[in-house]
């Protein structure tokens, strides 16, 4: 069906080149390469019109076969000395070409340009006026045109390949977020466990923990690889206070206090709200594990605000081992939202705040 689109959508573009071929007033009027006397129309030009202008709406679906037809109907339209409008469709379909042709790039424009040289010699022949210099000048308006179209794919490649750069950043920032808070939360709870071998109950509860962020670590990571999945269009999110009970169980002292209620339309927003808490928590826990940490979330009519603030030292660099891509992902995550973000030290400890447009 998509390709049937893109077929229908070129289609009036070459039905417009037909009707402006049998224009009486356009007749003559197009290129006219030689310069050779003009003849009437017949059913041979009726044909050569057609087959000039239609190949036009398979450009991007058949762009060599499109091509090719397209460069022998114009060398009969030229031979025969018919000079329709028709022929403008010949610059049209070398663009065309140059822009969606995907195998035999570099062979194509030689191949074209061998055939140009007998098209050339045979109108020479036939008494052309044009000389080597008209001929010469015709082939690098036509050079042009397939630059033209070399440039505009390349433009498209380029900018293909920054979405997929910038695509790569975000799961790895998500990768970052999910992996780093939950294997930090792992971790703190390994360390504690080896000092509660004298306290078998305390143990159990605290690998058992252990064992449920392994498993919440696994539930996300299966939810962020379904993002790649191109059917699949929401936004990775979590609940708030799943993620508070976890870092609790993982020892750290935490308060939270949600006011208002999430907007329909807040999906992105809160993700990102979710992040920023998830990231500070998981700071919490590397820094100054069982340090009071409070949590606050106001869900406003047109934004979020979020404010974390950790008693003790917490780390401006915002991830665990201090690579620095946390906060730093999530200044970069709320700037796109056009929101303001914010992570600093205080005298009551280490404060990180969000406004997220919603």
Same mark, same amino acid.
């Given at each position: 069906?998509?390709?049937?689109?893109?077929?229908?959508?070129d289609?009036?573009?070459?039905?417009?080149?037909?009707?402006?071929?049998?224009?009486?007033?356009?007749?003559?009027?197009g290129?006219?390469?030689?310069?050779?006397?003009?003849r009437?129309?017949?059913?041979?030009?009726v044909?050569v &019109?057609?087959?000039?202008?239609?190949?036009l709406?398979?450009?991007?679906?058949?762009?060599?076969?499109?091509?090719?037809?397209?460069? *022998?109907?114009?060398?009969?339209?030229?031979?025969?000395?018919?000079?329709?409008?028709?022929? /403008?469709?010949?610059?049209?379909?070398?663009?065309?070409?140059?822009?969606?042709?995907?195998?035999?790039?570099?062979?194509?424009?030689?191949?074209?340009?061998?055939?140009?040289?007998?098209?050339a010699l045979?109108l020479?022949r036939?008494?052309?006026?044009?000389?080597? +210099?008209?001929?010469?000048t015709?082939?690098?308006l036509l050079?042009?045109?397939?630059?033209?179209?070399?440039?505009?794919r390349?433009?498209?490649?380029?900018?293909?390949?920054?979405t997929?750069?910038?695509?790569r950043?975000?799961?790895a920032?998500?990768?970052?977020?999910? +992996?780093?808070?939950h294997?930090?939360?792992?971790?703190?709870?390994?360390?504690?466990?080896?000092?509660?071998?004298?306290?078998?109950?305390r143990l159990?509860?605290?690998?058992?923990?252990?064992?449920d962020?392994?498993?919440?670590?696994?539930s996300d990571l299966?939810h962020?690889?379904?993002?790649? %999945?191109p059917?699949?269009?929401?936004?990775?999110?979590?609940e708030?206070?799943?993620?508070?009970?976890?870092?609790?169980? *993982?020892?750290?002292?935490?308060?939270?206090?949600?006011?208002?209620?999430?907007?329909?339309?807040?999906?992105?927003a809160?993700?990102?709200?979710?992040?920023?808490v998830?990231?500070?928590?998981? %700071?919490a826990?590397?820094?100054?594990?069982?340090?009071r940490?409070?949590?606050? +979330?106001?869900?406003?009519?047109?934004?979020?605000?979020?404010?974390?603030?950790?008693?003790?030292?917490? /780390?401006?660099?915002?991830?665990?081992?201090?690579?620095?891509?946390?906060?730093?992902?999530?200044?970069?995550?709320?700037?796109?939202?056009?929101?303001?973000? /914010?992570?600093?030290h205080?005298?009551?400890?280490?404060?990180?705040?969000?406004? &997220?447009?919603?």
């Amino acid at each position: 069906m998509k390709r049937l689109d893109v077929t229908v959508r070129d289609l009036p573009l070459a039905l417009v080149l037909i009707v402006a071929s049998a224009v009486p007033a356009l007749r003559d009027k197009g290129t006219q390469l030689g310069d050779l006397p003009a003849r009437p129309f017949d059913l041979l030009a009726v044909a050569v &019109i057609a087959l000039e202008c239609l190949p036009l709406a398979g450009r991007r679906r058949w762009p060599a076969t499109s091509l090719i037809v397209v460069v *022998a109907a114009f060398a009969v339209d030229q031979l025969r000395g018919y000079h329709t409008v028709a022929g /403008s469709a010949l610059p049209l379909a070398l663009m065309s070409t140059a822009v969606y042709l995907e195998h035999h790039r570099r062979l194509t424009p030689v191949l074209l340009s061998t055939a140009y040289i007998p098209l050339a010699l045979a109108l020479d022949r036939q008494g052309a006026a044009e000389g080597p +210099v008209g001929f010469i000048t015709f082939y690098l308006l036509l050079a042009t045109a397939w630059g033209l179209g070399a440039w505009v794919r390349q433009s498209r490649v380029a900018e293909a390949e920054r979405t997929r750069t910038a695509e790569r950043t975000r799961i790895a920032r998500e990768l970052h977020d999910v +992996v780093t808070h939950h294997v930090t939360a792992m971790v703190v709870q390994a360390e504690a466990a080896r000092y509660l071998t004298a306290a078998p109950d305390r143990l159990d509860q605290t690998l058992t923990a252990v064992a449920d962020t392994g498993r919440r670590a696994i539930s996300d990571l299966r939810h962020l690889l379904d993002l790649l %999945n191109p059917d699949h269009t929401t936004e990775p999110r979590g609940e708030l206070r799943d993620l508070i009970e976890q870092t609790q169980r *993982a020892g750290q002292p935490v308060e939270f206090v949600e006011e208002g209620t999430p907007a329909e339309s807040a999906g992105s927003a809160e993700a990102t709200a979710y992040r920023v808490v998830q990231e500070a928590l998981t %700071n919490a826990l590397k820094y100054a594990h069982g340090s009071r940490t409070a949590v606050h +979330v106001h869900h406003r009519e047109r934004e979020i605000m979020v404010e974390i603030i950790t008693d003790g030292p917490g /780390s401006s660099s915002g991830s665990v081992g201090g690579s620095g891509r946390g906060l730093t992902g999530l200044r970069e995550r709320v700037d796109m939202l056009g929101g303001e973000f /914010s992570a600093r030290h205080q005298k009551k400890g280490f404060v990180v705040t969000a406004r &997220i447009p919603a």
